[in-house]
């Protein structure tokens, strides 16, 4: 790989790490740069002469930790509680065919387990953009998935893992395809406008591209971590959701990483103790009322305590620990249980104070 192919890629990749931090503060710009870069990357080092080996597991893991941040955002930011679990579904439902994927190659799993989650966060944030999401029946939100999963998603997963067509490749061999999209696009903008627009209800609200205010009496910090010492513990629902979201990220990103030679279940079980260990740690601090303002500062010393346990941790295994491998999912782990941590208390307040949402 030369030197500029080499810069490239590295930036390339920075940008899928970066870009999907934006998601939280700006959801449908943000999600939809992230959708737009997974389907150029490709095509951007092909271009520079570099064609990635293990790609589609490289793109799989990647799309895994973009839609990791969609879906903690979704703690965060929605307040639609018939959405949110809708939403809650897909994601972890597309979770686990993406690890059954990387465990077994098998592509129709792909189409068993379609990326509708993606899809339906856009609709959301769409139609929050302009309603008020809290006046639609789950029947609605119900039947946003069930378009989303059967017209959209099903075509494009068999296209893409199950055909494996390019989309760049079938137009370039089929130039009249263009025009029959383009006429295609224009047909549907006119039905939009004379068919469908003119039977929407009035907007509740301007267009809004950042997510809603957060409720008043937990929009700070202290108060969040106030709130998970009333009601979170070590061993509960919100840390088997830490455990089975991060063990299956790792388990993914561990398929992605040439160098990686330990079984599943001993990533499992590391995994495991160590969101344990963080929970364990973070309450001790949220209940002697000790709170660090941002979520950089508090993913910075997440990390670093979480480096401190792994080589403890290794010393006693007698350096059976790989450093590199360990580190990054350190890194993943510090990330994925700070934001659900900071986020989780937002939600749940949401749904225990029904009274505290907007109209």
Known sequence: MSTGAAVVFVAVVAARFLLPLAIPYFPLPAVIAC?????????????????????????????????????LSTLRNWTSESAFRISRFLFFY???????????????????????????????ETIRSRWSPLTFLV????????????????????WLHVAQLDVTDQLAAHQWVIGLLVALAAGLAVLFQ???????????????IRPEPLPEQIDE???????????????????????LLLGLICAIFAEMLPDYTGSMSNLFVGVAIVVVFNTMVSLAIARRAWTIKTIAATFGVRLLLNIAFATIANWILDN????????????????ITT?????????????????????
């Open 139 to 158: 029947s609605w939100w119900l039947s946003v998935a069930g378009v989303i999963w059967v017209v959209v998603k099903l075509p494009q997963e068999w």
């Open 320 to 335: 059976q620990i790989d450093g590199w491998d360990t580190l990054f999912f350190l890194t993943m782990i510090s990330l």
């Open 221 to 243: 910090p202290h108060e969040r971590e106030a709130w998970r010492v009333r009601y979170d513990a070590v061993w509960s629902r919100n840390t088997l959701e830490k455990v």
């Open 94 to 124: 597309r979770l686990v065919g993406a690890l059954l994927f990387e465990l077994t190659q098998w592509r129709w799993l792909l189409l068993v387990f379609p990326n509708v989650f993606e899809y339906f966060f856009i609709a959301y």
């Open 194 to 208: 004379r068919v469908v627009r003119p039977r929407l209800r009035p907007a509740d609200w301007d267009w809004r």
């Open 35 to 71: 959708l737009v870069l997974d389907g150029v990357d490709q095509t951007i080092f092909q271009s520079f002469g570099y064609d990635p080996p293990g790609y589609q597991s490289y793109d799989k893991a990647m799309d895994v930790y973009y839609l990791a941040i969609a879906y």
């Open 339 to 359: 934001l659900h941590d900071r986020w989780r208390p937002i939600h749940e307040f949401r749904t225990r104070e029904p009274a505290a949402q907007p109209n």
